[in-house]
């Protein structure tokens, strides 16, 4: 029996829902991408998508965390008898900034002891309704630390835009002066209605294209301050999922 896996992404610039065939090995496997318009949300330049996680451990839902590259799977194995149903296996995987928590969860992964409830909050469109995850009876699979260097790609892109803007600022005071230039001649009749139109245009365009780029390094800069040298990956598997919205 083929497994039937519903696969929910949050990539670093947005949320993506695809429906993806088995995991199992040596079967095929079918990907299903929704329509970007209903699965998509567009890039948010005020925040890094993250999800806000917390954990239950038997007192109520403790302080939440920040989580990126959340994937939660959702998916139908099959009976290991032919009398039996159809059993349903929840998993979710995210990474995240390893703290004082992580000590609690890797015993967890010897113990075996169990969340009582995992909440994640989702990141939802601008404006829009927050999604919300809710695990059951979770466990926890798996941990383990890496090294991250994404700072050095960040760092480059931030150069590459402070670069970027200073030309762009320099063009910009040049169309600038141009324009000025144009609408006195203009006054005095001695340039057309079409040159003005043009130095005005081409301002326009630097004023706008400048614009972009200094909210693209606002965002590259929220995101080197959000990372950090050493990241930790958590696996999580549960006996019931709710979700909703807030």
């Known amino acids: 029996m ?12 947005g949320f993506q829902l695809a429906a993806s065939g088995p995991l199992a090995s040596g ?9 970007p318009d ?3 949300a567009p890039a948010r330049l005020d925040s890094v998508p993250v999800a806000n996680i917390s954990f239950d451990f038997g007192d109520g839902l403790g302080p939440s965390f920040a989580a990126r590259g959340v994937e939660l799977k959702v998916a139908s194995e099959p009976a290991p008898t032919p009398k039996a149903q159809p059993s349903t296996a929840i ?3 995210f990474v995240r900034a390893p703290d004082t928590l992580s000590a609690a969860l890797s015993d967890r992964v010897a113990s075996g002891v169990r969340i009582a409830e995992v909440q994640a909050v989702l990141p939802g469109r601008a404006g829009g309704p ?15 630390l890496t090294m991250n260097d994404d700072n050095i790609g960040l760092v480059q892109q931030r150069l590459a835009l402070q670069e970027s803007i200073a030309q762009l600022t320099g063009a910009l005071q040049d ?32 004023t706008k294209r400048l614009a972009v780029e200094r909210e693209h390094l606002v965002l590259v800069e929220q995101q080197i301050a959000r990372w950090t040298p050493i990241e930790e990956e958590v696996v999580l598997s549960a006996a019931r999922m709710e979700m909703a919205t807030r």
């Open 130 to 144: 927050a999604p919300v995850v809710r695990l059951y009876d979770a466990q926890v699979v798996s941990t383990h």
């Open 91 to 93: 998993q979710v995987r």
């Open 27 to 35: 079967m095929t496997r079918d990907t299903v991408h929704m329509h």
């Open 38 to 40: 209903s699965a998509t």
């Open 2 to 13: 083929l497994l039937s896996t519903v696969s929910m992404l949050l990539p670093l610039f």
């Open 175 to 206: 169309a600038q002066r141009q324009l000025d230039v144009t609408e006195s001649l203009d006054k005095r009749k001695l340039s057309s209605s079409l040159e003005v139109a043009h130095a005005r245009a081409t301002t326009d365009v630097l």
